[in-house]
């Protein structure tokens, strides 16, 4: 049955194919010419780990496109969340873009990633460092409880060309605070860290510029990323993931996994 504030879901134009959920838009948002976001139903079976990504694609072909896409929303969320960039002739984005509520997305039934809470040791804090819309899983994490017990102090920093690509952001963090099952983890342990490379702003430059010129530290008044202490998760552009992975290594840091949780994480299956 279909709620009175649900949108009315279309029949897809084409079969579904196997092991396949089609899920009906919720909501769209469209933040820039190049960024939006869009909520679907989540399956009553779908499990995942917050962090993690799933593949994404729509019924609009015999052998639809399909990308991988961290999913936004937290692992308790009754809905899924994603965070995407318009790329105008993309195999699937130059379609995805123009989705409407009621329209149905289809998305493979398994989701995986290394950007999880699993793959690291505990420490006092954790660094998450991301680009664009390489944002999403930490938009999970940010949400999920385990991260506060796991970790006394959570910092996300957010790098985007232009001021208007740091709203997702800046909304997410300003949410957390009345956010019913982590509001009162988050106060006085969370912080976001704005910076962008292009448009005129209070921070400008990128992550790792600010980082290594140690105004990243002086700006947020920590010590210098140190293994015994901290961890870092990085998700985002592939310059900017090459970049911090060889800080982070160069200061000590080991890559972890699932089998083998060590001090920093990288997400390659995402480009944005």
Known sequence: MTSALAPEPRAPQF????????????????????????????????????????MIGLPNAEKPVFRAYSVASPAWDEELEFFSIKVPDGPLTQHLQKIQPGDTVLMRQKSTGTLVLDALTPARRVFMISTGTGIAPFAS???DPDTYEKFDQVVLTH??????????????????????????????????????TR?????????TALIGSGKFYSDLGVEPLNPETDRVMICGSMEMLKDVKELAENHGFVEGSLS????????RAFVG
């Not at 919720?26 to 820039?32: D, P």
């Not at 448009?199 to 992550?207: F, V």
């Not at 083998?260 to 997400?267: D, L, N, R, T």
């Open 15 to 54: 079969p579904i194919p196997a092991n396949v959920y089609a899920e009906t838009v919720v909501s769209v948002r469209h933040y820039t010419d190049r960024l939006f976001s869009f909520r679907i139903t989540r399956p009553q079976s779908f499990r995942f780990r917050s962090g993690e990504f799933v």
């Open 141 to 143: 994490l940010l949400r």
């Open 159 to 196: 790098t985007c060309r232009d001021r208007a690509e740091l709203v997702y952001g800046q909304e997410l963090a300003a949410s957390l605070k009345d956010d019913p099952l982590i509001g009162e983890l988050t106060e006085g342990r969370f912080t976001l860290y704005n910076s962008t």
């Open 199 to 207: 448009e005129e702003s209070d921070c400008m430059g990128r992550i």
């Open 260 to 267: 083998a949780p060590a001090s920093f994480v990288v997400e």
